[in-house]
């Protein structure tokens, strides 16, 4: 199991989520599930994370260039647009 990092870009505000998780893919969806949106429930409602959940399901992330262990994707979110970093990262603690 590794530790990876969500920092999601949406709606003007960059929100960022952690989780332990066997694979990418699954951290994807982890860290989606357990993002703690109460402070932020005027930018994202549970109604916005559980149609987020579902289409993340779908979608591929994509290896940015030249970077080892990072990942992008991005979804819309009714009209807004969603943007995805997924990195590997080491726990130090």
Not at 14 to 37: H, M, R
């Amino acid at each position: 199991m590794d530790l990876y990092t969500l920092i999601l870009d949406f709606k003007g505000g960059t929100f960022i989520s952690q989780c332990i998780s066997p694979c990418k893919e699954d951290a994807l969806y982890q860290g989606v599930l357990n993002w703690d949106i109460s402070a932020i429930e005027s930018v994202i409602t549970g109604n916005s994370r559980n149609i987020l959940l579902e289409d993340i399901e779908n979608e591929e992330l994509t290896q940015l260039q030249g970077m080892k262990n990072v990942w992008s994707c991005s979804v819309f979110v009714g009209d807004e647009l969603m943007l995805i970093n997924l990195i590997a990262t080491k726990d130090v603690t």
